[in-house]
């Protein structure tokens, strides 16, 4: 599902109601729309506000994190190099807007044996991270639109040389994703370019 027509069905959603949006034979993602927020969340909008569910199997549904999205992608990247820039492409496309089912068309027939997710979900959760902090995220951002934070390391995971534990220890921290994977997509900085195509950062 393309991003404005996901997004449509979760603002559409019932509030206070648990909701699939994507299965496959293992997995569920599903979404939640709380009518009341707590006290952390007292600048965010009720109304686009949701949360992420992912439920494996039969177990009881969790909220998985950015974290869990991007190791996924690093594994990925460390154990087929060859195939980065089909991961960057792909994760891109569901940056800017395209359906992240047809997106993994450029990745789908590879053979990874190190993944957390399958690509599919790993694709739909992106997609979805990018919307809730383009909708959802109430603070204010240095980033426009916001979800350039979550794509940024998204594509810091999938290119950067630099060693797991490295990236980890840097987004844990809370220190925003290098200016080279953001500047050009980012409507706040002076490099930013309307033009910009997949892949300019490389």
Same mark, same amino acid.
């Given at each position: 599902?393309?991003?404005?027509?996901?997004?449509?069905?979760? $603002?559409? %959603?019932? =509030? *206070?109601?648990?909701?699939?949006?994507?299965?496959?034979? &293992?997995?569920?993602?599903? +979404?939640?729309?709380?009518?009341?927020?707590?006290?952390?969340?007292?600048?965010?909008?009720?109304?686009?506000?949701?949360?992420?569910?992912?439920?494996?199997?039969?177990?009881?549904?969790?909220?998985?994190?950015?974290?869990?999205?991007?190791?996924?992608?690093?594994?990925?990247?460390?154990?087929?190099?060859?195939?980065?820039?089909? $991961?960057? %492409?792909? =994760? *891109?496309?569901?940056?800017?807007?395209?359906?992240?089912? &047809?997106?993994?068309?450029? +990745?789908?027939?590879?053979?990874?044996?190190?993944?957390?997710?399958?690509?599919?979900?790993?694709?739909?959760?992106?997609?979805?991270?990018?919307?809730?902090?383009?909708?959802?995220?109430?603070?204010?951002?240095?980033?426009?639109?916001?979800?350039?934070?979550?794509?940024?390391?998204?594509?810091?995971?999938?290119?950067?040389?630099?060693?797991?534990?490295?990236?980890?220890?840097?987004?844990?921290?809370?220190?925003?994703?290098?200016?080279?994977?953001?500047?050009?997509?980012?409507?706040?900085?002076?490099?930013?370019?309307?033009?910009?195509?997949?892949?300019?950062?490389?």
């Amino acid at each position: 599902m393309q991003y404005n027509k996901m997004l449509d069905k979760i $603002l559409a %959603l019932p =509030f *206070d109601t648990m909701t699939k949006v994507y299965e496959n034979d &293992e997995q569920k993602v599903l +979404v939640y729309r709380p009518i009341t927020l707590s006290a952390r969340f007292k600048d965010y909008d009720v109304n686009t506000n949701f949360q992420i569910f992912l439920q494996i199997g039969d177990d009881k549904p969790f909220r998985p994190n950015h974290l869990r999205l991007l190791l996924d992608l690093k594994l990925r990247s460390r154990e087929l190099p060859k195939t980065i820039n089909d $991961l960057l %492409l792909t =994760f *891109d496309e569901i940056f800017y807007g395209s359906d992240p089912l &047809e997106s993994i068309k450029h +990745v789908k027939n590879i053979n990874y044996s190190q993944f957390i997710n399958p690509i599919d979900i790993t694709a739909v959760l992106a997609q979805l991270f990018i919307i809730e902090q383009n909708v959802g995220y109430g603070g204010k951002s240095t980033f426009d639109p916001p979800s350039l934070y979550i794509h940024g390391w998204i594509r810091t995971f999938i290119a950067s040389e630099q060693e797991i534990d490295q990236i980890v220890y840097r987004i844990c921290r809370n220190t925003p994703p290098a200016t080279k994977y953001t500047c050009q997509d980012n409507k706040n900085h002076r490099k930013y370019n309307p033009n910009t195509k997949y892949l300019w950062y490389l």
